[in-house]
T-cell receptor, first 114, second 108 residues
Framework: DTEVTQTPKHLVMGMTNKKSLKCEQH?????MYWYKQKAKKPPELMFV???????INESVPSRFSPECPNSSLLNLHLHALQPEDSALYLC?????????????FGDGTRLSIL | GQNIDQPTEMTATEGAIVQINCTYQ??????LFWYQQHAGEAPTFLSY????GLEEKGRFSSFLSRSKGYSYLLLKELQMKDSASYLC?????????FGAGTTVTVRA
């Protein structure tokens, strides 16, 4: 079990659907992240939120829309996805300030686009 | 840009030692992390180096040479449960850039 909770664990959706991935942490971390991981590949950073504000967007297509409603929650809204977007989506969090602060990952949402 | 290299696969026997090397070239650098990831699971934090030298944590140790852009993860007294992917990640202002991962297989 991890201290970063992601729901749902699995999601199958069509290309015209709208769905949301959710992430929650109660460690008091003020930085939260979304990563995409394809099979046998490393995680790729998508977005970084610090103090609930978007600080990094790694040129992610607009069909992915992040939201940080408060310091404990991070959402990823999905709309009009493509089959190549099928992947494991990982949320992570870390403290802000100082070096050596590891990111703690959730178990991920395995997304399949039909 | 970021360029992080590590071997694709390594195999070792239970009880043995394995060393996973990682070389990096990054535009900014705040330190190097090692993560373990079992198939279908989240990456879990193993170690962090920001200064040159060796950090030891039980059976796992990690080394960093900033001048050489080089790190290694040393796994001692290998156990079957250590079979996993090991990810080297360079940190730059809260951005982690991961290597492709090294799949370690531990044989009985």
């Amino acid at each position: 079990d991890t201290e970063v909770t992601q729901t749902p664990k699995h999601l199958v959706m069509g290309m015209t659907n709208k769905k949301s991935l959710k992430c929650e942490q109660h460690m008091g971390h003020r930085a939260m992240y979304w990563y995409k991981q394809k099979a046998k590949k490393p995680p790729e950073l998508m977005f970084v939120y610090s103090y609930e504000k978007l600080s990094i967007n790694e040129s992610v297509p607009s069909r992915f829309s992040p939201e940080c409603p408060n310091s404990s929650l991070l959402n990823l809204h999905l709309h009009a996805l493509q089959p190549e977007d099928s992947a494991l989506y990982l949320c992570a969090s870390s403290p802000l300030g100082g070096e050596g602060q590891p990111q703690h990952f959730g178990d991920g949402t395995r997304l399949s686009i039909l | 840009g970021q360029n992080i290299d590590q071997p694709t696969e390594m195999t070792a026997t239970e009880g043995a030692i394995v060393q996973i090397n990682c070389t990096y070239q990054t535009s900014g650098f705040n330190g190097l992390f090692w993560y373990q990831q079992h198939a279908g699971e989240a990456p879990t934090f193993l170690s962090y180096n920001v200064l040159d030298g060796l950090e030891e944590k039980g059976r796992f140790s990690s080394f960093l040479s900033r001048s050489k852009g080089y790190s290694y993860l040393l796994l001692k007294e290998l156990q079957m449960k250590d079979s996993a992917s090991y990810l080297c990640a360079a940190n730059n202002d809260y951005k982690l850039s991961f290597g492709a991962g090294t799949t370690v297989t531990v044989r009985a």
